[in-house]
């Protein structure tokens, strides 16, 4: 079979590397305005789940590797891989069972409009912070999302999903088939040794109470105000996110070099008035003299996107590390010391305390997804010019290096995967070792060679 034959057999588009508009397709398939090398024979836009099935028997049958992608957001841009890149987004189907309390999605269902259909119909999820994320590549890694701290990294909420194996069979994963497929189904990430072509999902009651505050200090205060964070969520119900950002001032402070801390409790509760009340005993304890102090505002996830979406301008070059920390507060003051020193001025970090009884502070479920901490920390490197690469990477690693002593591991949905030691210190050692069996046994023939299966080995990823 050929690819004219492939072309012949899909409902999806098959573009190779001789077709026109191969650059373009190529380029897309990454969000990152930063690129990695990869140069794949063909980009596959599958249209249906035969698609994938077809094009993963080709892809065997001819000895090329398959590189899936959700909608191309991991920062490290492993999505783009050389042999066949099969773009899921067409995907991207959402079907809710109110009944059951399940959602049967595709895998490319968007954040934003998986949430505002679920609302509609009185349910939710824990969804990502920004809206065009796909759950594709979110669910695998872990998906920690808007209220985790009460709902669990999002994968403990899939139910089940169907998988294209290397051999091309559709097969079910779920606690009852399949199930060390299902094991690295939650967590496994860039390892997943299959193509998800639909998650069933439990969903959560809506919480009809959504609102959020906002208050910003100079960076230097970010020792009160992580004082603050800690004591609020050491007593806090399970509902309250509590997230503080590094940043620079924006407009109209023209400065580039005024730095802030932004404190932003975000409460999800039952009712408006138990919101409230959670949010106004949260603010009694702030520390005093704010720079800027903005709400209650009522949320939706609307509301939230649009936040959350501005601070990750499309098309800007990114590089980004993420941390689990059993040390917050150390890791909030190494991360301000950071973001103070960043070579550009877009450069945020993102810090966030666990409540006192998320699923952090318990033993948690056998899944791949075995790396967690009671805080969380993301520095996120934007710059738009190339020739500032090498000064925003140097930064960034440094401050990674930085924080390592107060690092417990790292995340694989936002870890700087590039470097060689990164994929393994995302997972647990006995977790590590299991996910290499799990592949062996339904990926003999490593048709998705997207990272080493024996070791720690580095993806394939932007060269710097
Ligand atoms: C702006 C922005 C905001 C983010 N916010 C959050 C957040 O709030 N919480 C969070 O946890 N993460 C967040 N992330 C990280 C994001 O969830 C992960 O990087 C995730 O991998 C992106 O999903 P994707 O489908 O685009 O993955 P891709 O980049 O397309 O793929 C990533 C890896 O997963 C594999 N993969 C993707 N889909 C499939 C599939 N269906 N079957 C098998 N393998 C697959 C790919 O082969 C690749 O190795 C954010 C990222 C960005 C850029």
């Known amino acids: 079979m050929s690819f004219d034959d492939l072309k012949a057999a899909l409902r999806g588009e098959v573009i190779t590397a001789a077709d026109g508009g191969y650059a373009d397709h190529r380029a897309k398939m990454i969000w990152n305005g930063r690129k990695p090398d990869a140069q794949p024979v063909a980009i596959v836009r599958a249209r249906t789940v035969a698609d994938v099935q077809t094009t993963i028997a080709f892809a065997a049958r001819r000895g090329i590797s398959v590189s899936p992608r959700g909608t191309g957001h991991n920062f490290s841009g492993i999505a783009l891989q050389d042999g066949i890149v099969l773009d899921l987004s067409a995907l991207n189907q959402i079907e809710i069972d109110s009944g059951a309390g399940i959602a049967v999605v595709g895998p490319t269902a968007c954040n934003d409009v998986l949430a505002e259909r679920l609302a509609e119909a009185g349910f939710a999820f824990p969804v990502g912070h920004c809206a065009s994320v796909s759950l594709s590549g979110y669910l695998l890694g872990g998906g920690f999302g808007w209220n985790s701290g009460e709902w669990g990294m999002a994968c403990h909420s899939v139910d089940s999903a169907d998988v294209v194996l290397a051999d091309g069979r559709l097969v079910s994963a779920s606690a009852a088939e399949n199930p060390e497929l299902f094991w690295a189904l939650r967590g496994g990430g860039p390892l997943f040794p299959g193509v998800v072509v639909r998650y069933r999902l439990r969903l959560q009651k809506l919480r009809r109470g959504m609102i959020m505050a906002i ?191 107060v690092t417990r591991g790292h995340y694989v949905g936002e870890a700087d995967l590039a470097r060689p030691e990164r994929l393994a210190q995302c997972y647990a050692p006995e977790a590590w070792a299991r996910l290499q069996t799990v592949r062996g046994c339904y990926d003999p023939t490593g048709l998705f060679r997207r990272a080493s299966s024996t070791s720690a080995a580095p993806l394939a990823i932007a060269a710097e």
Do not use: C
């Open 215 to 405: 208050r910003s200090y100079p960076i230097e205060r970010i020792d009160e105000v992580s004082r603050w964070m800690q004591g609020v969520m050491a007593v806090a119900p399970d509902g309250v996110e509590f997230t503080v950002i590094l940043h620079s001032a924006p407009p109209p402070v023209a400065d580039p070099s005024v730095k802030l801390v932004t404190a932003i409790p975000t409460v999800f509760a039952e009712s408006d008035a138990d919101a409230q009340e959670a949010l106004e005993g949260i603010a009694l304890w702030a520390p005093a003299d704010p720079l800027n102090a903005v709400g209650p505002i009522p949320a939706t996830y609307g509301s939230l996107y649009a936040g959350s979406d501005q601070a990750n301008p499309v098309g800007a070059r990114y590089l980004a590390e993420a941390v689990w920390s059993d040390e917050p507060r150390r890791l909030f003051r190494i991360m301000a010391d950071a973001v103070a020193r960043a070579p550009s001025a877009a450069s945020y970090a993102v810090g966030s305390q666990l409540p006192a009884r998320s699923f952090a502070s318990r033993p948690l479920p056998d899944s791949a997804f075995s790396m967690a901490g009671s805080g969380f920390g993301a520095l996120y490197g934007i710059w738009d010019d190339p020739a500032q690469d090498a000064a925003n990477t140097a930064w960034l690693r440094a401050a990674a290096d930085a924080m390592s002593p």
